[in-house]
């Protein structure tokens, strides 16, 4: 019994490592999918109405994952260039998740993706679609009485369910022909009187994930089609009486795919034209700065969990304009600031706005200052505790240095260079949720290529060691030792997102490098399960092959 006790505590450790991967892979999924914003029950009040509108109209072109690149084709995208010409643009910028739903909710509310409480990863289905609990351009114009209709993809129906819209064409199809029916449905509101236009075109999107990705020629050949779409929306309207708002929602990776933090998803094009505009190219903006933007044309209040700034430098504006949207926006960012603090368990301070500094950005570096405030101290009791647990292998790895620890972490690191050759080389895809076509996809790449690396990667420790030549139990433990050292050189990246971002998330969603370090702790987790599981399979075999090569010599 003596001699079986590592490893028995060998086979143990694998099958625990195995069950709480499992469970800890699920919960991450999971809490992503049911993350809920934690102004959700508690949303801050709407002001005042700005003033009066500056437009007949506004009309918001969305042309889904349409690329800054791809927009800037004249080849591709002629009337959107010649738009461009004519009214004012800019690249605008989002955060991730760079999924459909968290970026339309930014669009519409102003708030990212972090207080918001759209959904950060894109519902399964149509019965999943989460309604908007935070103020949005829709209930903005109802507050006032203005006209409002929608014509796009069907999960806009659910998100705006209590939003006043007035008239509505929803689709489940993605393809040029939805896009078809989608502008046959809102043609006749052009021409209406409604004040506020929603029209959603998808075939770019669908191009991306369904016909090969931006360098396939599909892709700009549903762009190009896109663009004609635009064109015979815009014949519809007249400029100088309506506004037209056309961007998109995020971008696509080459290989097509969005999600992530990758840079190629989060830049995305801007080109507003028409009345109270002012033609000009501007610096880059925000994905937040949309909303409030439209409720000043709409001359609606500002949404009230907005984050952004009126793009008043794009705007024709008088004083008077000028100086009831600043006190319009002082009191939007007071009451968002003050209901948010507390809602993260901190103590709100009184904000003090210095002549010259900007109302938005001084509020929102209080609540970013309270943000970090609160990771600061729930990092370092994580961080900590990752520390230890990272330590205590790794001092006793120091103390048994010797020829065979140097053969296992040689395995160990072989069995993480062959999984990332694959991965990231062979297979072409990124770290982040991009490169995630589905949960079984992700499960069955990981499990297929942790097999081939693990049983290669081990095939060599073993012959290194000589380990078959060894006794059944000997060679067993050899292979559970080379096991546990490949799992623990994956805990590493699974302990620092642990660290940045708890065990799942909670109460606020990673940054860009927090999403990066999410997604390595993600696939390390899948391949923690995967390592464990077949390692218990090939510490069978190397049991029976010990045991073989034994009766032969």
């Not at 007035?166 to 689709?171: E, Q, V």
């Not at 520390?387 to 140097?406: E, H, N, S, T, Y």
């Not at 395995?411 to 076509?437: C, I, K, P």
């Not at 290529?449 to 006794?471: D, E, P, V």
Request: proline fraction near 5%.
């Amino acid at each position: 019994m003596k001699k079986s006790f590592w490893l028995i505590l060998g086979i143990l450790a694998c099958l625990i490592i195995a069950v709480a991967s499992y469970f800890w892979t699920a919960g991450l999924m999971g809490s992503m999918f049911e993350y809920r914003s934690l102004l959700k029950d508690n949303p801050p009040a709407p002001g005042e109405a700005v003033g009066q509108p500056m437009t007949r109209k506004v009309v918001f072109v969305l042309i889904d994952a349409l690329r800054e690149d791809t927009s800037r084709n004249i080849s591709v995208m002629p009337f959107l260039n010649e738009l461009r010409s004519q009214g004012a643009q800019a690249t605008m910028h989002s955060r991730p998740p760079s999924f459909s739903n968290p970026a339309w909710t930014a669009l519409l509310t102003g708030a990212w993706p972090d207080i918001n409480d759209g959904q950060p990863l894109n519902p399964p289905d149509i019965s999943h679609v989460r309604t908007f609990t935070q103020d949005d351009v829709f209930a903005a114009a109802d507050r006032i009485s203005l006209k409002t209709a929608v014509s796009g993809y069907a999960w806009f129906e659910q998100m705006l369910a209590d939003s006043g819209v007035d008239s509505g064409f929803y689709t489940a199809g993605e393809d040029n022909a939805a896009d078809r029916q989608v502008v046959n449905a809102a043609l006749p509101w052009l021409s209406e009187d409604y004040q506020l236009v929603l029209i959603h075109i998808d075939q770019v999107d669908y191009a991306g994930h369904h016909e090969g990705g931006p360098h396939d020629p599909r892709w700009d050949a549903a762009a190009n089609r896109s663009d004609e779409l635009l064109r015979e929306i815009v014949t519809n309207l007249d400029p100088s009486q309506d506004t037209i708002i056309v961007l998109s929602d995020h971008g696509q990776i080459d290989r097509g795919g969005h999600g992530g933090q990758d840079p190629l998803t989060l830049i995305e094009p801007f080109v507003m034209v028409g009345a109270g505009v002012k033609p000009g190219s501007y610096p880059d903006i925000q994905m937040v700065d949309v909303a409030p933007t439209v409720a000043v044309l709409l001359g609606a209040n500002i949404p009230a969990s907005n984050q952004g700034h009126v793009l008043t430098n794009m705007l024709n504006l008088s004083d008077v304009q000028l100086a009831a949207i600043h006190d319009a926006v002082a009191y939007q960012q007071i009451q968002l600031e003050q209901t948010y603090i507390p809602a993260i368990g901190e103590r709100a301070t009184k904000v003090l706005v210095e002549p010259g500094q900007d109302v938005v950005d001084t509020y929102q570096q209080a609540m970013d200052a309270a943000r970090s405030q609160r990771l600061f101290r729930e990092r370092t009791w994580r961080g900590l505790a990752a520390l230890l647990l990272a330590a205590i292998p790794a001092a006793v790895v120091f103390l048994k240095r010797g020829r065979k620890i140097a053969w296992l972490l040689a395995g160990a690191l072989l069995y993480v260079l062959l999984f990332n050759l694959r991965y990231a080389v062979l297979d072409g895809r990124t770290y982040s949720l991009s490169s995630l076509v589905s949960q079984a996809d992700i499960i069955l790449f990981c499990a297929i290529t942790s097999a081939i690396a693990l049983l290669i990667a081990w095939l060599l420790t073993m012959l290194g060691l000589k380990a078959f030549r060894l006794s059944a139990r000997s060679a067993s433990e050899t292979t559970l030792s080379f096991v546990l050292t490949t799992i623990y050189l994956l805990a590493l990246p699974i302990l620092w997102s642990y660290t940045l971002n708890d065990a799942v998330p909670t109460w606020t969603l990673p940054d860009a490098p927090g999403m990066l370090y999410l997604f390595l702790g993600f696939i390390s987790l899948i391949q923690s399960l995967m390592v464990a599981v077949i390692g218990l399979l090939l510490t069978g075999i190397a049991t029976l092959t010990a045991w073989l090569v034994g009766k032969q010599t």
